[in-house]
């Protein structure tokens, strides 16, 4: 087998590049600066496998890979890794003291941690970037006087010291991580945990029909398809018009996903297959380098 391509939001010290570290076994890895432009080296076969980060516990969906993958590009989830995501506070090495002007990280990022920079740096500006990998980067170039929030890779990576640990509001801090491709090939990953198996489904309800999403649930409530998620996203068609997202916690088979698929076009409904695909749970050790 050919050496497996694998790009990921990057750069170094991303808890995306944590997640491909921990699951796959070997390969060249390639980061990119952005969700869309990882998505994008997929889509034109500058790698077989992109990973890209897809819920996490406290923020919620990451819209911008939902939607890029249901509007820019034609790809199937074929793995998700679920990751315990840990937060801490980076400066520069020759910090020494608590007067931080700037702090750098992602959107989701800093909401993660809201109420401990309320309460410790309510002063600072904060100003988001493309990924809390790029964060440290800045921080690192910048010298004192800015922090990043980001993981112990990024604080190693750049040269950075950790001067607080664990600074997310809520313990239970996971992401989930979508693994895709365009064209199926098989996957080297490391002895890992299967959860469960999973498939993801679109569908989109037709203008107009009174108890429609009702109709919807019932079609797998009454096989005993267990759904685990499901989530209203935009058409991007005009206000009022949603497709829904919704996870099934089974793999694809020929006999319900096609009876439920049989049932709502007759309803109107349109049914898309995003993947059906493993579910794997990483533990990473955080190995914390100190102030």
Known sequence: MAEQRIGYLGPKGTFTKMAVDGLFDGGTYIGYESIPACLDAVENGEVDTGVVPLENAIEGSVHLTI???????????????????????????????????????????????????????????????????????????????????????AAEENGLKILAENIHDYDNNHTRFAVVQKNPMTLKVKD???????????????????????????????????????ESRPMKTGLGNYFFLIDVDQPYDQILFPGVQAELEALGCQLKILGTYPSYQLDIPSPIRRA
Not at 125 to 131: K, N, R, W
Not at 214 to 220: D, E, M, N, S, T
């Open 67 to 153: 939607d890029y993958l249901v509007h820019q590009v034609n790809q199937s989830i074929i793995a998700e890794l679920t990751v315990p995501i840990k937060q801490h506070l980076l400066v520069h090495p020759d910090h020494h003291d608590h007067d931080l002007k700037k702090i750098y990280s992602h959107s989701h990022a800093i909401a993660q941690c809201h109420q401990y920079l309320h309460k410790n740096y309510p002063q600072a500006d904060l100003e988001y970037t493309a990924s809390t990998g790029r964060a440290a980067e800045i921080v690192a170039d910048t010298g004192t006087g800015a922090a990043a929030i980001g993981n112990h890779l």
């Open 192 to 230: 890992q945990f299967v959860t469960k198996q999973k498939t993801t489904v679109m569908v989109t309800l037709p203008k107009d029909y009174v108890g429609a999403l009702h109709q919807v649930l019932a079609a797998f409530a009454w096989r005993k398809m267990n759904l685990s998620k499901i």
